[in-house]
T-cell receptor
Framework: DAGITQSPRHKVTETGTPVTLRCHQTENHRYMYWYRQDPGHGLRLIHY???????DKGEVSDGYSVSRSKTEDFLLTLESATSSQTSVYFC????????????FGPGTRLTVT | AQSVTQLDSQVPVFEEAPVELRCNYS??????LFWYVQYPNQGLQLLLKYLSGSTLVESINGFEAEFNKSQTSFHLRKPSVHISDTAEYVC??????????????FGQGTILTVHP
């Protein structure tokens, strides 16, 4: 258990509304990541962070923004949700500077109607 | 750019039979390799990893994987599966070193179903 929590765990929202997902970690890890998981696509990186206020885009960043004002929290925002953003979202941390393995949170299932 | 190919989307086997889940990767640099397991409605759990050293790595629950650099493969094997091994298995690759910020590239997953 890498001490990662995600909130909310489930959310249903309407097209065009803003949505923020929260990832919280308790072990002071520097690197944090947001992925989405979709059938037929596997896990795809949305955004990542390598420190407080240091973030960058992944392969599917359009329509998403992130913020990291504290080490422990990494927020993912959908500015105006679309049905194509219906997915399961996972947050992950990287365990230490030498270890390249990532540990994942429990996920957030988001449905955009 | 890196890529990971898991050749089988679904693998059905009977309990106590051996299984091999295949993973091939493409990369122009040295890599680290990982297998994750995902149970329904849960996040991914690290099963095993190859960073350096022995090319054969093992997990605590009887799975093993072998890094084959010449064939760019990292296949996952278990000599005798249990019903509880039913899950999705995901292979992942990362650049070894450099400034990739530890980013992982994932395969599309293989669903292992163990039948009684």
């Amino acid at each position: 258990d890498a001490g990662i929590t995600q909130s909310p765990r489930h959310k249903v929202t309407e097209t065009g509304t803003p949505v923020t997902l929260r990832c919280h970690q308790t072990e002071n890890h520097r690197y944090m990541y947001w992925y989405r998981q979709d059938p037929g696509h596997g896990l795809r990186l949305i955004h990542y962070s390598y420190g407080v206020k240091d973030t960058d885009k992944g392969e599917v960043s359009d329509g998403y923004s992130v913020s990291r004002s504290k080490t422990e929290d990494f927020l993912l925002t959908l500015e105006s949700a679309t049905s194509s953003q219906t997915s399961v979202y996972f947050c992950a941390i990287r365990a230490g500077d030498r270890g390249y393995e990532q540990y994942f949170g429990p996920g957030t299932r988001l449905t955009v109607t | 750019a890196q890529s990971v190919t898991q050749l089988d989307s679904q693998v059905p086997v009977f309990e106590e039979a051996p299984v091999e889940l295949r993973c091939n990767y493409s990369s122009s640099v040295s890599v680290y390799l990982f297998w994750y397991v995902q149970y329904p409605n849960q996040g991914l759990q690290l099963l095993l990893k190859y960073l350096s050293g022995s090319t054969l790595v093992e997990s605590i629950n009887g799975f093993e994987a072998e890094f084959n650099k010449s064939q760019t493969s990292f296949h996952l094997r278990k000599p005798s599966v249990h019903i509880s091994d039913t899950a999705e298995y995901v292979c992942a690759v990362s650049n070894a070193g450099g400034t990739s910020y530890g980013k992982l590239t994932f395969g599309q997953g293989t669903i292992l179903t163990v039948h009684p």
